[in-house]
C-alpha cells in the first residue's frame, strides 16, 4: 500500500458509508477517520462495527436513526452481498438485489426528505455492468459500452438506476464500476490459493480477460471524486479499473512467479460451470475494461501494472 495519506478535501466533513464493515469499506473508514472527516457507518450490527471500526464512528442500523435536519455532505455506497457464492436461484437473486437496490432506495428516500442534500452520492457498481465480452475482441470497454440481457448485467443496471434517482434532488451521483479488486483480504487470497498449493494455472483455457484494480488506487480514486465533487460535478459513470488488462493465464503466471511455484495445472470449464451454474461466467468469460474516463481527466495511478501490484501484496 502506498504510504501517502489521502485528502478528501476539508477536515470535518461528514461521510456516510454503508458497507463499511467490508473490504473496501474498512479501508475507507480509516482513511476518511485519518484525513480528520466525520464518519457513520450504516450497518446490520452496530455493536461489531464499532469493534471493527472503532469508537470514533458513529454507528446507525437504519437511515431512519438519521433526523431530516442531519447535515451530510457525501455517501459513499458500498453494501452488497458477495455475489460470487451460492448458485443464483430465484431467493438468490432477490437477496441480492435486496441488499444493492432495496439498500440504496432506502437512502436516496433519506435524501428525498433530508433538508441539507448531500453534496455527492458516490455509489459502488461493477464491470459486471458489461456483462461478458468475446475473447477475441479488439477493443476494451468504455463506461459508453451498453450493457447486456443477462443478470448480472441487469443487477448493475438496477443498482445504478437506484442510486441516480438522487440527482432529482440535485445531488451529484457517480456510480463507479468495479473491476477485481487487489488487496490484503477481498478476492485475491482465495485467488492465489491453488497457486500457493501448486496447483496454479490456466482456468477454461486462461484466454479469458480479467480486469482489476490494486485497492490503493481504488481508494485513491474515491477520493479523488469527492475532492473534485467539491469544485465541479462528477456525475456518471466510472470504470475503476487499472490500465492494463491480462488474460487469466497471465494472472496466474505472473502470481506464480511472484510466489516462486509452477504454473501449468489447468483447470477445465466444466466443473466449474456444474458447481456455479450462471455465475461460472464470473470466472470463465471476461472483460477487458478500460478506465477511460479517470485517464481522460487526469487520475494517475500508483498501481497500472499487474506484476508491480501483486509484488507490492504478496
Known amino acids: 500500500m502506498s504510504s501517502e495519506p489521502l485528502r478528501y478535501g476539508p477536515p470535518g466533513q461528514t461521510v456516510l458509508v454503508t458497507g463499511a464493515t467490508g473490504f473496501v469499506g474498512s479501508h475507507l473508514v480509516a482513511a476518511l477517520l485519518a484525513d480528520g472527516q466525520h464518519v457513520i457507518a450504516l450497518t446490520r450490527d452496530t455493536a461489531r462495527a464499532r469493534s471493527q471500526l472503532g469508537d470514533a464512528v ?37 437477496a ?5 437496490i432495496g439498500l440504496t432506495n432506502r ?15 458516490l455509489s459502488a457498481s461493477a464491470i459486471g455492468y458489461y456483462g461478458v465480452q468475446p475473447r477475441d475482441a479488439a477493443a476494451p470497454l468504455t463506461e459508453e459500452s451498453p450493457p447486456q440481457p443477462i443478470f448480472m448485467s441487469q443487477l448493475c443496471q438496477e443498482w445504478e438506476a437506484a442510486a441516480g434517482r438522487a440527482a432529482q ?30 496447483a496454479g494455472g490456466p482456468l477454461g483455457g486462461g484466454r479469458q480477460r480479467m480486469s482489476w484494480i490494486h485497492l490503493d488506487d481504488l481508494l485513491r480514486a474515491q477520493a479523488w471524486l469527492i475532492r473534485r465533487s467539491a469544485q465541479e460535478r462528477v456525475d456518471g459513470a466510472w470504470n475503476f479499473t487499472a490500465p492494463e488488462c491480462v488474460t487469466q493465464r497471465e494472472f496466474s503466471a505472473t502470481a506464480a512467479r511472484l510466489l516462486h511455484r509452477p504454473a501449468f495445472f489447468p483447470t477445465p470449464a466444466w466443473p466449474v ?23 481522460r481527466e487526469g487520475f494517475g495511478f500508483a498501481w497500472p501494472v499487474l506484476a508491480d501490484a501483486l509484488r507490492s501484496l504478496v
Do not use: Y
Open 273 to 295: 460451470r456444474l458447481l456455479l451454474g450462471e455465475q461460472a461466467d464470473l470466472l470463465l468469460e471476461g472483460q477487458c475494461v478500460a478506465p477511460a474516463r479517470l485517464q
Open 107 to 121: 437512502v436516496v428516500d433519506w435524501i428525498g426528505h433530508a433538508q441539507h442534500k448531500p453534496r455527492l452520492l
Open 58 to 94: 458513529r454507528c446507525v442500523m437504519t437511515m431512519d436513526e438519521l433526523a431530516p435536519s442531519e447535515r451530510i455532505d457525501v455517501i459513499v455506497n458500498l453494501a452488497g452481498a458477495r455475489i460470487l457464492g451460492p448458485r443464483w436461484t430465484k431467493r438468490r437473486r432477490a
Open 169 to 198: 434532488h440535485g445531488v451529484q451521483v457517480a456510480t463507479t464500476r468495479f473491476g477485481l479488486v487487489l488487496g490484503h483480504g477481498g478476492a485475491l487470497p482465495a485467488l492465489l490459493l491453488p497457486v500457493k498449493l501448486f
Open 96 to 100: 441480492l438485489r435486496a441488499s444493492r
